[in-house]
């Protein structure tokens, strides 16, 4: 059962957003490109690296918040493939940021009941980083709460190229080199396989892009986008994004509401 009291303080602005959400509905898979670090650094007169270490609180504000709205799944982006490219330093802070939350949080995982795994080309991080993310990822594996997956040498593009080789070489192993796949096979050797794909993608800072998260899951998640830069973005602002999920209407392709029942009425009057 959710704890509404842990949710909101009694008469705060998260009480009243709380209210507008209908907790029977909610994204069971949220997904977040965290982006504005910089920004916020620079509006500062802060180096960009001050933004990404701000950024760690809203890290947690928003883990926690998810794994007491009972969310099945969060999904935040948090290193891209093409992030290489940024100066070595800022590179090596936002490592040395990671494996310090790990560390620190490790605690606040185990009681929030919260699973943690790492998806993206880990075996390209440095050995120091992937042996904190091991042992995090091994402590919290019998955990049944939220999911939490962090996307780190993630590109969207690298994890379908990725999983076609590996389907190439299961096919390979079995001599089964002339068989067809089909989207639910590819969907299962994705480095999200058994994770139902995101409900509600969210990107701070205002840009209007994907920059190569989960291109083959989002398919038909509801996007929102925020000005808010990511260290400023708090519970609050989870919740407004779950509002404006919630007054969508999901599609895939069809048609919803009145129109649908209109087609059935018609359908009926074809068939008798
Ligand atoms: C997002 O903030 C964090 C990472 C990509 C690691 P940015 O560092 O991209 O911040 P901006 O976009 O430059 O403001
Ligand atoms: C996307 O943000 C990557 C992460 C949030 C980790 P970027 O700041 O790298 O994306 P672009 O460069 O604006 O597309
Ligand atoms: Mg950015």
């Known amino acids: 059962m959710i704890d509404v009291r842990k949710l ?5 602005i998260e009480e009243t957003l ?12 949220v997904a977040v490109i965290m982006d504005g670090n910089g920004r916020w650094a620079r509006a500062r007169n802060l180096p960009r690296v001050e933004g990404h270490r701000s950024g760690i609180a809203s890290v947690r504000e928003i883990v926690e918040t ?3 709205l009972e969310l099945g799944v969060i999904t935040l982006y948090a290193f891209s493939v093409e992030n ?3 100066p070595r330093y800022e590179v090596a802070t936002l490592m040395m940021l990671l494996k310090e939350y790990l560390r620190k949080e490790l605690q606040t995982l185990m009681e929030n009941n919260i699973r943690f795994t790492p998806i993206g080309r ?9 042996r904190e993310l091991r042992y995090a990822e091994e402590k919290t594996a019998e955990n049944s709460g939220l999911l939490f997956q962090i996307a780190l040498n993630y590109g969207g593009r690298a994890e379908i190229v990725d999983t076609c080789n590996r389907i190439m070489s299961i096919l390979r192993e079995k001599e089964m ?4 796949i089909d989207e639910d096979f590819f969907a299962g050797h994705l480095y999200t396989a058994n994770v139902d794909d995101p409900d509600l993608l969210i990107r701070t800072s205002g840009e209007l892009r994907v920059s190569n998260f989960l291109l083959w899951q989002i398919a038909y998640a509801e996007i929102h986008v ?3 830069l990511w260290p400023d973005f708090r519970r609050r602002n989870l919740f407004e994004a779950i509002i404006d999920f919630q007054s969508r209407e999901r599609r895939y392709g069809g048609v919803e509401g009145a129109e649908a029942e209109m087609f059935i009425e018609a359908d009926d009057a074809a068939s008798s």
């Open 177 to 180: 080199s002339d068989a067809v």
């Open 66 to 68: 998810a794994a007491r």
């Open 8 to 12: 909101a303080e009694p008469g705060s």
């Open 84 to 86: 290489w490219k940024r």
């Open 122 to 130: 880990v075996d390209g991080l440095d050995p120091s980083v992937q």
């Open 18 to 29: 709380l209210e507008r959400i209908d907790l029977k509905r909610l994204p069971r898979h």
């Open 226 to 228: 925020t000005k808010v």
